[in-house]
């Protein structure tokens, strides 16, 4: 089955799952914000036109997005406003990498009126060229006559909330000399049936003597409930050019379709101190490739890693795809060959780290004769930083408990390889619009020893806490602090929320990476897995900055950091700190329990030999006369 197929298939299960869930607990909703937006729009945006923006671009006109990963807005070189959503999250099969989203959400992530009732459809987001010359260049005079074109391609629904009849997306070209918008196209929204998930190509003739100026533009726009994240549109490979032929229907492009997977076999993002290479690194990742050509193309294909220094890492070498080369999309779908899937022999990342880092990874696919050369491009970050995740740090849906859901519990399940601390946890919240109800529901932070199939005997309880709404953050979750830290052993745990109102919880949820097999929900005294691909945004955070205070001492001193080398460490460490490094000063080593295990008189970077610790979590403290130091957390593991 190619893939192409295999995402419809996809797609007709989830529709199946979707009609399951009406009398199910677990359940989706649009998103009333996007937390991926507010942050760029306090940097330059498109909302501040420059000159640039006032000088005519020549033909041909292109973009097809493929800078969604590196932005979230339209591009200046093309656009002057900027209140649609470019992603690569929300499309499904793409023409390129990366969309144009049309909702009901403002430029800053938020509704363009929140309370206006689903039923309500006006005009929300706006798309709206540069001016473009149609009117003559150095070389030629342009006339109504020379087959020119608008086209781009469209899907409704995508990974989002299908728009209703009254809902609508719309093209207009300006006609200079009338200083006036006139429509030339448009289509009513509809639901997409579940084995409908094409994107749909329109073609509009610029033929009107009126248009042949120095000064065309054109724009999308769309009628919308603007009250949250609703009836999406996507636009995709949207250009102009002339002498169009009536066949003409065929791309002379091969690009990436979706993000890359992550080079991690069970996480998105881990802590660096959980990193084992051989319980987490993956055996291959996995790139969506997509020819537009009507032929097969030969093509080749390679990566390169890069460290948080900009240092080469060692990668594998892949060169020319599969005789007879990468077939046409259409009918035969996304490439999936040896080096679109590419197995690791050289590992790229370190067997450990000493602190949080990550890896820039570039991929490059080259086609002869492809006539775009940007979307060739991918671009992907892994980081090893303090927590867990299995989401890529955008939702696209909410995903509550429905009903009653007072006592509700959702968990996500983790594990933890070397002994560590549970200090926080980072939840993306969508904000509950129903009513007027934004802050009113609340919960406790949980968690739970591995049941065997599920959440099993309560660990941690903590107070109650309320949902944190942060504007002004990009890619950003609220961190939700434990009252106390949690000493977690190597093992499984499950950590999440239980709800204590009746009001449901809207929980982000990213639909383009699954693991629902990760996620259980508690509504009626037992625990179900998840039916619902998608991960949630739950991130267990580790790493308690404030150790076990031992007996006898009163509080640590906190100021500079203890550096500590390797760490995890196995059977020696050296130790580095500030202030007067000649001078004896006594090492205590110390467990999770506050108990004394180790003492020592040293100076800065000595070796000292930990071989007869155990495996485990411990807390490095120093004494001395000048020094004024705070703790830190060493971990043993062999």
Known sequence: ???????????????????????????????????????????????????????????????????????????????????????????????????????????????????????????ADYLTSRYINLQATSTRTYSPGDSIYLSFYYQAQGFGEAPEMNDSLSVDFWKPNQLKWKKVWGIKGYNPSSTDTSFYRVKIPIADTAYCDSLFRFRFRNNSTNSGSLDHWHVDYVQIKDYYLVGDSTLDDVSFAYKSSPFLKNYSVMPFSQYNRTLEMGTKFRNYIRSN?????????????????????????????????????????????????????????????????????????????????????????????????????????????????????????????????????????DPVVEGGLIQSSSFRIMVWDNGGNGPGNVRYKDSTMYPTYLSGDYNLFPTYRLTSCLVLPVGTYYVGIQQTTGQPLNIGFDKNTNHKDALYYNTSGSWSQSNIDGSIMINPVLGCTDPPVPVGLAKYEKSSLIRIFPNPAQNTISITYPGNQVENTTLEILTSLGQVVYSKSIVSNETIDVSDLSNGLYFIHLKGSNLNVSSQKLIISR
């Open 1 to 123: 089955m190619n893939c192409y197929k295999l995402v419809v298939k996809c797609i007709c299960a989830l529709l199946v799952i979707s009609n399951i869930r009406m009398h199910a607990q677990e359940q989706l909703r649009p998103l009333s914000r996007n937390g991926n937006l507010p942050a760029i729009s306090s940097t330059k945006t498109l909302s501040k036109v420059s000159t640039s923006t006032l000088t005519p671009i020549n033909l041909p006109f292109f973009d097809d997005f493929s800078y969604a990963y590196k932005s979230p807005y339209p591009s200046a070189n093309n656009w002057v406003d900027s209140s649609v959503y470019v992603n690569t999250g929300f499309g499904i099969a793409p023409i390129t990498l990366g969309v144009a989203t049309f909702d009901g959400l403002n430029k800053k992530g938020y509704p363009y009126n929140i309370n206006n009732p689903v039923s309500y459809s006006g005009p």
């Open 293 to 429: 050509f009507s032929i097969p193309k030969f093509s080749s294909y390679n990566y390169t890693i890069k460290d948080a220094a900009n240092t080469p890492v060692a990668t594998d070498a892949y060169g020319t795809f599969d005789n007879p080369g990468i077939l046409p999309f259409i009918p035969n779908g996304y490439y999936l060959g040896n080096a679109a899937v590419p197995v690791f022999t050289l590992q790229p990342f370190p067997v450990t780290f000493p602190d949080s880092t990550y890896f820039t990874i570039k991929h490059v696919v080259s086609t002869s004769g492809d006539t775009k050369k940007d979307n060739d491009t991918l671009v992907q970050i892994q980081k090893f930083t303090n927590y867990y995740a299995y989401d890529d740090g955008s939702a696209e849906q909410a995903y509550y408990l429905g009903g009653n859901s007072y006592g509700a519990k959702t968990a996500v399940r983790f594990t933890i390889n070397v002994a560590d601390t549970l200090k926080s946890v980072r939840i993306y919240f």
